[in-house]
């Protein structure tokens, strides 16, 4: 039978050169060529040309309504709300802008030619993408009928300058002592779980946390799209694989998983835990990769191990709940907590250990640091600061035998 009203069909397309062809179409222009001019006069805020390094020449005409966001070091984040709403994140704070698309048209056509520069597709069969930008900046794009005001994009970018722990602690985020208190967990090869809501800067943290992984060690990263900047030499990165227009050819972060542990890693750092792989993840961690690391988004650190226990029941296999709580609570030692709190700033709040299950079956915690929080300033930014709660963590010896310096004077409050 025919539909009476058959669903509209998305706007087309105007054909580009694949950023993974070799050759160049006939039409295009010569590689000397520079990115042809914006229609405005620029401003003393315009980004200069050399700060097209990175993208796609093409990729910057479909993008100019939003180009001068995207060379702001300021803007964190690019949220396009259909072709006549544009907001952009600045230091933690939403800020409605001016900037619009000419019409849905020429959003949908940038975001086409994007994931067609990175080897994907979105279409009516396949209406959402993940991907990055060039520049490593994260995408995630939703076309109608799924978006109902028109083509919904966020831009999560990439920093161009990495974070590291001094900066970290300059802005109040972490304390010293928390900090060197993570470095010797990453030393001592305890396997570490940051979690946190969204925007709370989870895979920031992570990046600057893996920084205290020694230069030997072999790393393998696995991620569905690749954000993580780890400096080490010994780098392994992965990244998954969308599935054809057949449904075929896909490779989930479950299959990365499989295959990262007949590669003899030292270390497994995953992007985000998601789904069925987090309970192949516990079993890599409970068979001998310590030191391992990922993201996982939850409320709180205790919120964050029943997020892993619902994630391994989604894996289909059969086992008794008690049985996953002894895998998560014996393959995690440390929880760390990352906050966004209402004046946009991002703060580690708890450092959590994890320790083995209670008689009748409960998780145990017990907080080695918490942000404790004072009076807001009368211009509403959030004050507090990072104490230890006085508690030796359960290896502390062990620490003190490798010659770190867990002692009680340490945890003094």
Request: aromatic share 6%.
């Amino acid at each position: 039978c025919e539909l009476l009203n058959p669903p509209p069909k998305l706007a087309p397309v105007p054909p580009i050169p694949n950023a993974h062809s070799t050759s160049a179409p006939p039409s295009s222009p010569p590689s000397t060529a520079s990115p042809p001019p914006s229609p405005s006069s620029p401003s003393p805020s315009s980004p200069s040309s050399n700060k097209l390094e990175g993208y796609h020449s093409y990729l910057i005409v479909f993008l100019e309504p939003i180009r001068d966001f995207l060379f702001d070091e300021e803007v964190s984040e690019i949220m396009i709300n259909g072709p006549h709403q544009i907001y952009i994140e600045k230091r933690g704070k939403l800020h409605k802008t001016s900037a619009r698309f000419n019409s849905e048209e020429s959003l949908q056509a940038a975001v086409v030619n994007i994931a067609q520069s990175v080897g994907r597709r979105i279409d009516e069969k396949n209406p959402r993408l993940d991907a990055r930008l060039p520049d490593g900046s994260r995408i995630h794009a939703v076309l109608p009928p799924c978006a109902r005001k028109g083509t919904y994009v966020s831009i999560r970018k990439f920093m161009r300058h990495a974070m590291n722990m001094e900066k970290l602690i300059s802005f109040g985020a972490i304390t010293p002592k928390a900090a060197e208190f993570l470095d010797i967990c990453v030393k001592m090869k305890k396997n570490i779980l940051v979690a946190g809501g969204t925007g709370s800067g989870k895979t920031s943290l992570l990046n600057v946390i893996s920084s205290f992984i020694p230069e030997g060690d072999r790393v393998i990263v696995i991620e569905d799209a690749s954000e993580l900047q780890l400096q080490q030499e010994h780098i392994l990165t992965m990244e998954t694989k969308a599935p054809d227009k057949h449904g075929e050819g896909g490779v989930s972060i479950r299959d990365l998983i499989h295959s990262s542990l007949r590669m003899r890693p030292d270390r497994i750092v995953i992007g985000e835990v998601r789904g069925a792989e987090a309970l192949d993840l516990l079993q890599a961690l409970n068979t001998g990769h310590g030191g391992s690391m990922s993201t996982i988004h939850a409320n709180s650190p205790r919120d964050a191990l029943s997020r892993l226990e619902t994630m391994c029941l989604m894996s289909g296999i059969e086992m008794p709940l008690r049985a996953f709580r002894d895998q998560i609570a014996s393959a995690l030692q440390i929880v760390v907590y990352t906050n966004r709190f209402s004046d946009g700033s991002r703060k580690v709040t708890h450092i959590t250990e994890v320790l083995p299950l209670s008689e009748d079956g409960k998780y145990q915690l017990q907080d080695v640091f918490y942000f404790k929080r004072q009076s807001n300033t009368p211009d509403g930014r959030v004050q507090g600061k990072m104490i230890p709660t006085g508690y030796l963590p359960s290896f502390s010896q062990e620490a003190i035998q490798n010659g770190f310096p867990l002692t009680k004077e340490f945890f003094q409050v």
